[in-house]
């Protein structure tokens, strides 16, 4: 596998005491399209990584593999092969005889300098060849990063798309009887591990969402009495008001580029619209001007347009889905279905907008074309809401109450793999990072 490291990922990479060094295997036949509409899981192999701490390891990308819907793992009892080396060549037709699409093997071992170092090596059984192989040194902090970095090859190397398993989720973390709940930042590994509080519950938080392309969060709180739009350094916890406007801020996000923040203001007279705010020179443009309320707007990923929902059309509180230029040109309807629509997000790869959407009693989270057609729904619950997208744009969390307080899942575009994501608290209103660099 031929593994190119822009040089911002290195020096970042570097930072967090991860450094790859690359073999480069044999042409590769082995894939697996996700463009079909019901795509079969993949059976692959994945014997415990040798090492003391290689079953951890394995454990971790087999977990990540499973969750995404696209891979099958073996029942380790099956195994005919035990790998002893997992550099050598393995026996093609014991694996074969389990049908075993794949097999991953690997070690991990201490260096001298305290690092460990994690190598792997990925066999396409029915062609009898490597596909892969890779190893990578990092210091004990970053364990769990190397397993997931790993897994994401490995996705990448067998479908051809990016993965999404070195990343994190920004949510809120709610705690408490439900009429007095503490509300607090927190951060996790796409799979639930790693929470770390990003602030003390004091005053309610909603709706954080990442920068595109530095570790900062954008978010909406009450510690004022009203809602204020601020930003918050994840690693140095500083943090700044986004401006100081009379009335109501909320539902921002960044620009793709890092460099605005999207959101509604509330004005005394009831009505919403959409600002932009450039982060450099503090500069505001509004982007609608309305009587209605227009709010939750989300950048296309190339900055040149914005979805937005807006109650416009007429009827109380009956919002739907519009899109307008970047500048807040030529806005136009796109939703038409029966029901109510909230929270739209555009994908990363810019295909689709995910959106919450109220119908026959029921809250459903789906998708559409950015023309509003092929509208599609991917889960219906007594009550769930905000979608954020994995930066693959295969696969989208949100938040779902069944009773008691809410809980993140996530779904794949199929709507066919849904996975709950362990947190220890309730937790709602997830925010999906970019791939860690």
Do not use: C, H
């Given at each position: 596998m031929k593994f190119i490291l822009k040089p911002l990922l290195m020096v970042a990479a570097m930072a967090m005491g991860i450094n790859a060094v690359v073999t480069l295997p044999a042409r590769a036949t082995l894939e697996l399209n996700v463009n079909k509409g019901n795509v079969e899981p993949m059976p692959i192999a994945i014997p415990d990584f040798q090492g003391g701490l290689g079953p951890q390891i394995s454990e971790i990308v087999t977990a990540d593999l499973k969750r995404s819907g696209l891979f099958a793992p073996i029942d380790k009892a099956a195994f005919v092969e035990k790998i002893a080396n997992p550099d050598a060549q393995p026996r093609f037709d014991d694996w074969k005889v389990i049908n075993a699409q794949a097999l991953v093997t690997g070690s991990v071992s201490k260096e001298a300098d305290g690092r460990i170092r994690a190598q792997y090596r990925l066999w396409d059984i029915f062609g009898n060849q490597q596909m892969a192989g890779e190893q990578f040194f990092a210091n004990d902090a970053n364990q769990r990063r190397v397993a997931h970095i790993i897994a994401d090859a490995i996705y990448e190397k067998i479908t051809g798309e990016k993965g999404y398993f070195d990343t994190r989720v920004v949510f809120v973390d709610e705690s408490g009887a439900k009429n007095a709940r503490k509300k607090r930042l927190a951060i996790m590994d796409q799979d639930g591990a790693n929470v770390r509080y990003l602030s003390d519950g004091r005053a309610i938080v909603l709706t954080p969402r990442f920068s595109p392309n530095r570790q900062e969060i954008t978010y909406m709180s009450y510690e004022s009495g009203q809602p204020k739009v601020y930003l918050l350094q994840i690693e140095t916890g500083q943090r700044e008001l986004v401006g100081n406007f009379p009335g109501m801020t909320f539902a921002p996000r960044f620009s793709p580029d890092g460099q605005k923040v999207?959101?509604?203001l509330l004005r005394d007279d009831g009505n919403s619209n959409i600002f932009a705010m450039d982060l450099r020179s503090?500069?505001?443009?509004?982007?609608?001007?309305?009587?209605a309320i227009d709010t939750s707007p989300?950048?296309?990923?190339?900055?040149?347009?914005?979805v937005f929902t807006s109650d416009r059309g007429g009827g109380s509180g009956r919002s739907q889905i519009y899109v307008m230029g970047g500048d807040g040109s030529n806005p136009h309807r796109i939703s038409f279905g029966d029901g109510v629509y909230s929270t739209p997000v555009w994908s990363?790869?810019?295909?689709?907008?995910?959106?919450?959407?109220?119908?026959?009693?029921?809250?459903?989270?789906?998708?559409?074309?950015?023309d509003g057609s092929g509208e599609r729904i991917l889960s219906s619950g007594f009550q769930q809401e905000g979608p954020t997208w994995a930066p693959n744009g295969r696969v989208l969390m949100f938040f779902r109450d069944s009773g008691g307080?809410?809980?993140?899942?996530?779904?794949?575009?199929?709507?066919?793999?849904?996975?709950?994501?362990?947190?220890?608290?309730?937790?709602?209103?997830?925010?999906?990072?970019?791939?860690?660099?």
């Open positions: 999207i959101m509604s503090r500069s505001t443009t509004r982007l609608t001007d309305s009587t989300s950048y296309s990923p190339d900055g040149s347009q914005v990363p790869r810019g295909d689709l907008i995910a959106f919450t959407k109220q119908s026959g009693g029921e809250f459903q989270i789906g998708v559409m074309k950015t307080g809410p809980k993140l899942v996530s779904v794949d575009l199929t709507g066919r793999n849904e996975q709950p994501i362990p947190t220890a608290n309730y937790a709602s209103d997830p925010a999906w990072s970019p791939l860690l660099e």
